[in-house]
């Protein structure tokens, strides 16, 4: 509702501006007022024209006001201080929209662009860990929001399957368990839900770095099954494939227990055996991009300049001083090796090669095969050399979200680099690093997890985790542990239900926790993980939002009503004079214009708040008034049609965040 009538305002703005002074403004900035008594939208336009009018903004601001005069859906407009515009909305009119509202998915264009989210993305070597929670959570809650907005998006998983993480698992499994192809395939078949082979390669993962510290000649090991994988057709290939793709399978099982899916899973192995490299190369080269190195560190290495190079700096200041630059006096020490000298390529070229792929630059496609299926019968495609003629088209996306930590930085610059050196600017424009910062545990976590922890860590404010030292929380077994311990809760506030009933009220709240808690955090913040508080029912946690809604539902259940019912339903609107139950009905129509800056500042974390926010406003709103006891008919009507339009905004809210609502808690 909220945005719905600030794009009209704005639109409106637009118009008068062209019409009275005949000026094109791409953007009208529109605030909010501190409180609901001066209105809802606040506009600051008149100090930016003050200068190309040369008039007072004041004055400005009373030719608008005056020139606007009435619109449909608000009450006034009001010049305010020195300049400022303010907007009343006619609450009624409002009122009236959001009831009739579904908080549906916003009117989606007739041919959107497509957009694509690649997220998780984890090494299929071992089980997943709670880091790549926080990125999977992320995403998807990314992707959601996207979608709500109009958005078609395609959801990627990409798996480096051909990378050392993976060569030292099958190091692991040839060297020191000394086991052949067929064998790891009989241990694979004999994984249990209780010895899951993820969890398996976890330990062996761990006991091969310590195996390569005690000698550092079993590294030569590494390097010789790393070329074997990238060559292909040989026994330390044929195991690699083997153990990733068994383990991609239980990285897919564990995300779907949060509701996390995933359309399309590329692989290394394909872009390496595609040759999508010698595509990408050849643009390179003829655009100037790469350069053959003959001296210094990089001598015999195809390189590229970095943005970031101090030698970039100095040239790209002499040009705007307009001086001539330093002649060259050396190599650029700083280049980015793209190529090495024994003409392997590095990650950075690889990637450069998969995201032309993506923006159907390259002219080279992946086959397609099934590999694995949802409960509701969606299918998600891996890639093949070779594949079926009947697929789902990816890549060729209008713009590419990449959530990957805030240690990528670099690598993901280079990348959009190459792509401004080839000329392609707009996809250079159209590609996000959506970083983000890594996930600890707080010693009081460790320590419920039954990790061994000193006295000095103790003192620590969080625990840094290391999947290659063995020292990590599982994803599976943490959401196990948030699942017991909702469950112990439950169990105890309703032991009436079936066990399958608490089971699935606990794991509803366990999911909950978790996600609202990988969320409220910026993406740039660290996380410190800690039950308890992922878990309270009190304060800015997940429980404390689904608590709400629960709370909500148990009054239209008590009134012997739908809370849908009293939606459609007539509703005395007069009480809305009152700024007190204003707020609230504002605050739950500003559902969309949470998701519009959600996405325009890649900060899924406002949805958290918002949500948080709403909560609590109807908490104090719920404790304040009691509905069902209220003698005047028409406002105990009101009251409900309030009960009922916040819930299903919050309903809505947790939804985007992937997190479902019980009936009980």
Not at 161 to 166: P, S
Not at 336 to 362: E, Q
Not at 417 to 427: I, K, M, N
Not at 607 to 618: G, N, P, S
């Amino acid at each position: 509702m909220y945005l719905e009538f600030q794009q009209q305002l704005s639109q409106r703005i637009r118009d008068l501006l062209r019409q009275q002074y005949d000026l094109d403004l791409p953007r009208v900035v529109i605030d909010q007022p501190p409180n609901v008594g001066l209105g809802e939208y606040a506009l600051p336009l008149s100090f930016e024209l003050a200068k190309k009018l040369r008039k007072p903004p004041r004055k400005i601001a009373e030719e608008i006001v005056a020139g606007l005069g009435q619109a449909s859906g608000f009450a006034a407009f009001e010049v305010a201080g020195a300049g400022y515009i303010n907007a009343k909305l006619d609450r009624a009119s409002a009122a009236r929209f959001l009831l009739q509202s579904k908080l549906a998915p916003e009117a989606k264009p007739a041919a959107p662009e497509k957009i694509l989210v690649e997220h998780t993305s984890i090494n299929p070597n071992k089980a997943a860990h709670i880091g790549h929670l926080r990125n999977a959570i992320l995403g998807d809650t990314f992707v959601r929001l996207l979608r709500a907005s109009g958005a078609q998006v395609d959801v990627q998983n990409y798996i480096d399957n051909t990378g050392v993480q993976v060569a030292d698992v099958v190091v692991g499994f040839l060297y020191l368990e000394k086991k052949s192809k067929p064998e790891v395939e009989a241990l694979i078949q004999q994984a249990t839900k209780h010895k899951p082979f993820d969890y398996y390669c976890w330990d062996l993962y761990a006991r091969v770095s310590q195996w390569y510290e005690e000698d550092k000649e079993h590294l030569k090991l590494r390097l010789q099954t790393l070329h074997d994988i990238e060559r292909g057709d040989n026994e330390p290939s044929a195991i690699g494939k083997l153990i990733s793709n068994a383990i991609i399978r239980r990285h897919l099982e564990t995300m779907q227990r949060l509701g996390i899916e995933y359309d399309f899973l590329p692989q290394e192995s394909e872009i390496l055996h595609l040759h999508f490299w010698d595509m990408a190369f050849e643009q390179l080269k003829q655009k100037g991009v790469l350069y053959f190195e003959n001296e210094g560190k990089n001598n015999g290495c195809w390189v590229m300049k970095r943005a970031s190079s101090s030698q970039t700096a100095k040239r790209q200041s002499a040009a705007e001083e307009n001086e001539d630059p330093e002649p060259k006096s050396g190599p650029d020490e700083e280049a980015k090796v793209i190529v090495r000298s024994n003409g392997t390529v590095t990650y950075v070229g690889k990637d450069i090669a998969y995201h032309l792929w993506k923006f159907g630059l390259l002219g080279k496609d992946f086959g397609y095969c099934r590999f694995y299926r949802y409960p509701d019968g969606r299918e998600v495609w891996i890639s093949a050399e070779s594949g079926e003629r009947d697929h789902p088209h990816f890549g060729g996306v209008h713009a590419i979200y990449n959530v990957i930590d805030s240690r990528q930085s670099d690598p993901q610059n280079n990348v959009i680099e190459a792509l401004r050196g080839l000329g392609y600017t707009e996809q250079a424009e159209n590609y996000h690093h959506f970083s983000y910062e890594m996930v600890a545990l707080t010693p009081r976590c460790a320590a419920e997890l039954g990790y061994d922890i000193s006295e000095e860590d103790r003192k620590r404010a969080y625990i840094e985790v290391s999947g290659r030292k063995g020292f990590g929380v599982k994803a599976d077994d943490l959401m196990d542990a948030l699942i017991s311990a909702a469950q112990k809760e439950v169990d105890t506030r309703h032991p009436e239900m079936s066990e399958g009933e608490r089971r699935k009220i606990a794991t509803q709240i366990a999911v909950g926790a978790l996600r609202y808690f990988m969320l409220k955090f910026t993406k740039n913040s660290v996380i410190a993980f800690d039950f308890a508080e992922a878990l309270s029912f009190e304060g800015e946690t997940g429980p404390y939002a689904q608590y709400a809604i629960v709370r909500a539902s148990n009054i239209f259940r008590k009134a012997g009503l739908s809370a849908e019912e009293i939606l459609a339903s007539r509703v005395e609107l007069s009480f809305l004079n009152e700024d007190e139950f204003w707020e609230l009905w504002l605050r739950a129509g500003q559902r969309s214009a949470m998701v519009r800056q959600c996405i325009a500042t890649e900060e899924p974390s406002h949805a958290a708040k918002y949500a948080f926010q709403l909560a609590q406003m109807f908490n104090n709103f719920y404790h304040k008034h009691h509905i069902l006891t209220e003698s005047d008919e028409a406002k105990k009507r009101f009251l409900l049609a309030t009960a009922a339009v916040v819930r299903r905004s919050l309903i809505d809210s947790l939804g985007l965040m992937g997190i479902e609502v019980p009936e009980v808690m």
